[in-house]
């Protein structure tokens, strides 16, 4: 499925959240649902905004700028791009390799995590490995991921699998991480409800990049390059901008409760 992950970049949050962090005192637990809703409505109606996507009302300003600087407090998450050139990753039968498509969803979520108030690391912003070797490429990524101050790791990938029948998003976390398991449910929870799948739960797993990481690390499989379906929607950019809104509420919601 997937093997290494990766990090790099570093952007400012577009909002500051001082006055959200003000707001977000003394929550009661319908008060969070509240905010995680502000959150991923936000994030949401920006990305759609930014692509041109606008579904309804060209209101999203409003709720841009209100809603998701209450959950971040400028939390640095550093958003991993699988794979990269000579590293293609898994390929599809039609020849559509998962590090371009792993690069354009990272892209996506950084600006939605940037938008709702986040600070974000990309591990690479170019098509290229960070390195020569693929040993060299992971070290660099793991040092990015281990960067003081750290809050979360989300490391974007394609899934390819032997049955082409098999499709849709996964999301692992490092079997008995607490915290990463619980990032990984508010992840997947948001991507399926953002694509339109029925719920599914997060996956433990032992990968490098959960294991290496010292904050709450998840591996996002975004779909199936071996599945036909699957194979369409993630080069379909409106699919990516729900994937990638997906993930950054997924985040947003975890850091709104984690408090
Ligand atoms: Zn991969």
């Given at each position: 499925m997937m093997k290494q992950k990766s990090i790099a970049g570093n952007l400012q949050p577009r909002f500051a959240g001082e006055e959200a962090g003000a707001m977000e005192k003394q929550k009661t637990p319908l008060g969070r649902f509240y905010d995680w809703l502000g959150v991923l409505l936000a994030v949401c109606l920006i990305m759609f905004?930014?692509?041109?996507?606008?579904?309804?009302?060209?209101?999203?300003?409003?709720?841009?700028?209100?809603?998701p600087a209450a959950t971040s407090d400028g939390s640095v998450i550093v958003v991993d791009a699988g794979h990269g050139l000579p590293d293609g990753g898994a390929e599809s039968p039609g020849g559509v390799k998962e590090a371009g498509l792993n690069l354009a969803v990272a892209k996506l979520v950084e600006s939605g995590l940037q938008?709702?108030?986040f600070t974000v690391i990309m591990t690479r912003t170019g098509k290229n490995a960070l390195d020569k070797t693929k040993r060299e490429d992971m070290a660099a990524r793991r040092a990015i991921m281990r960067t003081d101050g750290v809050s979360a790791v989300v490391s974007i990938h394609m899934n390819k699998f032997r049955d082409p029948v098999v499709r849709g998003p996964m999301v692992f976390y490092m079997k008995g991480s607490a915290k990463g398991e619980?990032?990984?449910?508010?992840?997947?929870?948001?991507?399926?409800r953002s694509i339109g799948d029925p719920k599914r739960n997060a996956n433990p797993g032992?990968?490098?990049?959960?294991?290496?990481?010292?904050?709450?690390?998840?591996?996002?499989?975004?779909?199936?390059?071996?599945?036909?379906?699957?194979?369409?929607?993630?080069?379909?950019?409106?699919?990516?901008?729900?994937?990638?809104?997906?993930?950054?509420?997924?985040?947003?919601?975890?850091?709104?409760?984690d408090r």
């Open positions: 905004s930014l692509t041109g996507k606008i579904l309804f009302a060209p209101a999203e300003e409003d709720a841009a700028v209100s809603a938008d709702a108030g619980w990032l990984a449910a508010s992840v997947i929870e948001n991507v399926c032992d990968y490098y990049v959960l294991r290496e990481s010292v904050a709450p690390a998840v591996i996002v499989e975004c779909g199936f390059l071996s599945n036909p379906a699957d194979e369409r929607l993630l080069q379909d950019k409106a699919h990516q901008e729900k994937l990638a809104c997906g993930i950054a509420a997924g985040i947003a919601a975890y850091f709104a409760a």
